[in-house]
């Protein structure tokens, strides 16, 4: 292929972690963060931010994105970050970060992109994802 391939609409995923999972094998609960259209999908990065309602601090934990094959099973690692503990404020922004595909994952139809937290001590865990892609 000679030309750059586009996706033509956009695919943003959501999800809210509140449950802590220490598994770095892909057993365990997982949160399905983004779902690959019908003819496939291009994912551009996973943004990441502690989401509580009230100052307090959050803990350190690792963030950690799976692939999933196209029946939607069958997990495996696609990437894990370290978050560190913030003291979340009014003048203070929460424990985030975004990673970055810099040519983008490619999914096939059927594929999923699940996230996992290793920690979950309370509200002040609660973390948000989003997943910036697109379906061809």
Same mark, same amino acid.
């Given at each position: 292929?000679?030309?750059?391939?586009f996706?033509?609409t956009?695919?943003?995923?959501?999800?809210?972690v509140?449950?802590?999972?220490?598994?770095?094998?892909?057993?365990?609960?997982?949160?399905?963060?983004? #779902?690959?259209?019908?003819?496939?999908s %291009?994912?551009?990065?996973?943004?990441?931010?502690?989401? $509580? /309602? =009230?100052? @307090?601090?959050?803990s350190?934990?690792?963030?950690?994105?799976?692939?999933?094959?196209?029946?939607?099973?069958?997990?495996?690692?696609?990437?894990?970050?370290a978050?560190?503990?913030?003291?979340?404020?009014?003048?203070?922004?929460?424990?985030?970060?975004v990673? #970055?595909?810099?040519?983008?994952?490619? %999914?096939?139809?059927?594929?999923?992109?699940?996230?996992? $937290? /290793? =920690?979950? @001590?309370?509200?002040?865990?609660?973390?948000?994802?989003?997943?910036?892609?697109?379906?061809?």
């Amino acid at each position: 292929n000679i030309y750059p391939i586009f996706t033509l609409t956009p695919n943003i995923g959501f999800a809210e972690v509140a449950a802590a999972n220490t598994e770095s094998d892909g057993t365990g609960t997982l949160v399905t963060l983004f #779902t690959a259209g019908a003819n496939g999908s %291009l994912v551009f990065c996973v943004r990441y931010r502690n989401a $509580q /309602s =009230v100052a @307090a601090a959050s803990s350190a934990m690792v963030v950690r994105l799976f692939l999933t094959d196209t029946g939607g099973i069958n997990p495996r690692l696609l990437y894990e970050v370290a978050v560190a503990a913030v003291t979340r404020t009014v003048a203070v922004i929460g424990a985030g970060g975004v990673i #970055t595909f810099p040519n983008g994952v490619a %999914l096939a139809s059927g594929q999923l992109i699940q996230v996992i $937290q /290793s =920690v979950y @001590a309370g509200a002040q865990d609660l973390m948000h994802y989003v997943a910036e892609g697109g379906d061809f």
